[in-house]
């Protein structure tokens, strides 16, 4: 059974940083993208940034780009998320996602999910 956990959300002032980090159990791992998107409540999920198997390419949101950093270990089946300069428009819960070969936008391209861990920014 294939389980992602998230970790390392939290409240923090503007301007502060974060990392977020998602431990997936599941075999091949490092053949697939790894994700984070992210939702608030009452808007529709939003994706944030995403990697390749050896992230060589990552891709991101353009209202976090320059801010927040994906990155992978392969050996310990995890993903990252280096959030900076956080503003109070990133709270939200964060998700990390997983199983495709795809580097996709496209969070129904992605079967695996986290249960997420809340971001809460204040102004």
């Known amino acids: 059974q294939v389980q992602l956990v998230e970790s390392g959300g939290g409240m923090v002032q503007a301007g502060g940083s974060l990392r977020l980090s998602c431990i997936a159990s599941?075999?091949?791992?490092?053949?697939?993208?790894v994700a984070w998107f992210r939702q608030c409540p009452g808007k529709e999920r939003e994706f944030v940034a995403a990697?390749?198997?050896?992230?060589?390419?990552?891709i991101y949101a353009d209202s976090v780009k320059g801010r927040f950093t994906i990155s992978r270990d392969n050996f310990r089946n995890t993903g990252y998320l280096r959030m900076t300069n956080l503003k109070p428009e990133d709270t939200a819960v964060y998700y990390c996602?997983?199983?495709?070969?795809?580097?996709?936008?496209?969070?129904?391209?992605?079967?695996?999910w986290g249960q997420g861990t809340q971001v809460t920014v204040s102004s």
């Open positions: 990697t390749n198997w050896n992230a060589y390419s990552t």
């Open positions: 996602t997983t199983g495709t070969s795809d580097l996709t936008r496209n969070g129904d391209e992605y079967p695996y």
């Open positions: 599941i075999t091949r791992f490092g053949h697939y993208v």
